[in-house]
């Protein structure tokens, strides 16, 4: 019998336990720096140097990171469930925590692009500086969506959404879209789950059960929902 189909949506509540800083549990801040400086367009044009160096860091910071018990466990569930991850996140621990089929929507730190290119994209481990050109002749950015931009990702994962048999969401706080809104394309008749350890708000949905709970824990409690009482 084929497998049914498991959608996992995460954000950054899922690696908060491997400790990397999530969003918006600082008061907009991301690693002392406003968002809006480091992760938009126009704070790149403003100060292409800090932005640069804002991402090596991350990518330091994600390098020395491990995979935590939710990544781990998410990994275990494609023994019983055809899964796919939609992540917001940048890191690879999902990759790293034994998941093999994972779409990023908001890009990756590991991935670079041009400026002028945003589809073509190169693997980095190192720094990128300033006056790193790709072939095409204009400056190395990383692979980052950042606000304002586009998510061309977002319609494979909304046709991924519109086709799940289970929906879960870790980790999230479901306030950018249009990732937020993915949750609205899950078939009303299928189960959901929300695991958080705040739980965030969303309009009134069908079949939506809330596990408040570390993503770690969280993820041990649907693995015995969904396992071992079905
Ligand atoms: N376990 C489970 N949930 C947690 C944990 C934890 N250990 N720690 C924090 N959380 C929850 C918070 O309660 C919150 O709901 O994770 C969520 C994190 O929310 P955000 O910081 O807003 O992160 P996210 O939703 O991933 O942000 C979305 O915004 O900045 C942009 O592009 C960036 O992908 C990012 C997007």
Redesign the pocket.
Known sequence: MAKQKLVVLT???IS??SGLK????SNGLWEGYN?YEV?TPRGFKANPALVLEFYNQRRKDVAQAQPNAAHIGIAALEKYFDVTIIT??IDDLHERGGSTNVLHL?GEIFKMRSVANSTKTYHIKGDINLGDLAEDGSQLRPFIVWFEEEVPMIEVAAAVVAEADIFVVV??????YP?AGLIDIAKPSIPKFI????I?YTSSLQNIAMIEK??SEGIAELTELLIYKK
């Not at 999530?22 to 549990?25: L, S």
Request: net charge neutral.
């Open positions: 954000g950054a509540g908060a336990e999530t969003f918006r549990d968002v992760a917001q996140n908001h980790g999230t706080s479901l306030q950018v990732a695991i958080d350890k705040k965030p570390t993503a």
